[in-house]
């Protein structure tokens, strides 16, 4: 009785040096998670997109751009905050809801949907006022996803414009895919006349309003022209035509926009921006932002 009695505190004790053990791993896990500091998710709050002819798309995030990045993200001890316009919770494009995005595999693509469901912070974002209030030294990087829901308010987002100026003059990484570069188009001195420029096709008024834009003369890549015709039009995806093409804009604004073939994985880097062209380049884009941002951070630490 006696040594099972001291066996049985001995196993005590050892549970007990074992919690403590994974209670101080844990501790350290979270420090290190604390130490690669926040990034910046930014999202459209639209839920339609106006289209040419005034009918609308439902619109939201793209499932795996925005999934991907912040997978990586958050397992490499990232801590991302969510923010929009009007801080209400945004869910995703029902078009990218599809196995196509994951290789074919109906398993990943719902995993991916799982996983998003499972970060609660994305159902609370903080409005973009809130994120200048409290200032953007807090973080390491900004990153935005696309969908169409960026051409209908953060290209003209002004708040946002003034969140990613800070960002652009710090020179922190600035992730953007697919229609997410749209959101660009906040920083200059007016958007909103800019983008109705080139909804009319006032192209030359257009470029009269982009001088002194923060991003002339940048490589990017973006949902090109070719990948819009193929999705827009009466029986196709949009049912209807786009209000300008993000790509034109870009353009017209001063960027150069770099774009392979229909479809094909791009990634473009230049200074702070990475940038992704459409879907398929989800993995790739957020392997290379992440990279930035750990490049970033090691050389800041």
Known sequence: MTNLKSAKIHMSRKAIASTVLLASLASIGAAHAAERGKVLVVLSSAQNLTLRDGKTYPVGYYIDELEAP??????????????NPQGNAVTFDAASNNKMFYGGSDEKRSAAV???????????????????????????????????????DLATDKDLGKILIAFHKAGKPTGIICHGPAALLSTLPDPVAFTKAMK??????????????????????????????????????????????????????????????????????????????????????????????????????
Not at 70 to 77: E, F, M, Q
Not at 122 to 134: E, S, V
Not at 271 to 296: H, M
């Open 70 to 83: 912040l997978h990586k993200l958050i397992d490499a001890g990232y801590t991302p905050v969510f923010a």
């Open 200 to 301: 009319e096709n006032k192209l030359e008024e257009a470029n009269a309003l982009a001088k002194a834009w923060p991003y002339q003369g940048y490589h990017l890549t973006v949902f090109s022209r070719s990948e819009e015709s193929a999705t827009e039009g009466a029986k196709s995806q949009l049912g209807g035509y786009v209000p300008y093409y993000v790509a034109d804009g870009l353009a017209q604004a001063g960027a150069q926009v770099d774009r392979k073939a229909l479809w094909a994985v791009n990634i473009v880097e230049d200074r702070e921006l990475i940038s992704g062209q459409q879907p398929f380049s989800s993995d790739a884009f957020a392997e290379a932002f992440v990279s930035r941002l750990n490049k970033t951070t090691a050389q800041k630490a």
């Open 114 to 152: 799982k996983y998003l469901d499972n970060v609660s912070a994305l159902k609370h974002p903080q409005t973009f006022k809130n994120i200048l209030k409290g200032g953007t030294g807090e973080y390491v990087g900004v990153m935005i996803p696309g969908g169409w829901s960026p051409v209908q």
